[in-house]
């Protein structure tokens, strides 16, 4: 049973971090191009940056130059770090494959506001 677990989320006031942390279990995590995803309040999901299983990072505009994320093979642990938070980052984010994303976790919260 494959199962996401994420965490790190939290309120941040505009221009601040945060780390937030994803464990898989139940998958071949070492061999998938894995993802972070974030849905806002009214809106859909959408994918925010992915990682191919030999590191290769992806990133929409909006979030170029703010966020890093990063894979823990060994771990079967991926991460995003995100910096100089706006409002428009307020979202819950998920972590799941890229190719056919599905069992999603709880997510983790996060709110940029002063």
């Known amino acids: 049973q494959v199962q996401f677990v994420e965490s790190g989320g939290g309120l941040v006031q505009p221009g601040g971090s945060l780390r937030l942390s994803c464990s898989v279990s139940?998958?071949?995590?070492?061999?998938?191009?894995m993802a972070w995803y974030r849905q806002a309040p009214g809106e859909q999901r959408e994918l925010v940056a992915h990682i191919s299983r030999s590191g290769i990072e992806t990133y929409i505009d909006s979030v170029k130059g703010r966020f890093i994320i990063t894979r823990d093979n060994e771990k079967n642990m991926m991460y995003l770090r995100m910096n100089s938070l706006k409002p428009d980052d307020t979202a819950v984010y998920y972590c799941n494959r890229v190719i056919d994303p599905d069992s999603w976790g709880q997510g983790t919260q996060v709110t940029v506001s002063s």
């Open positions: 139940g998958l071949n995590f070492g061999i998938y191009t």
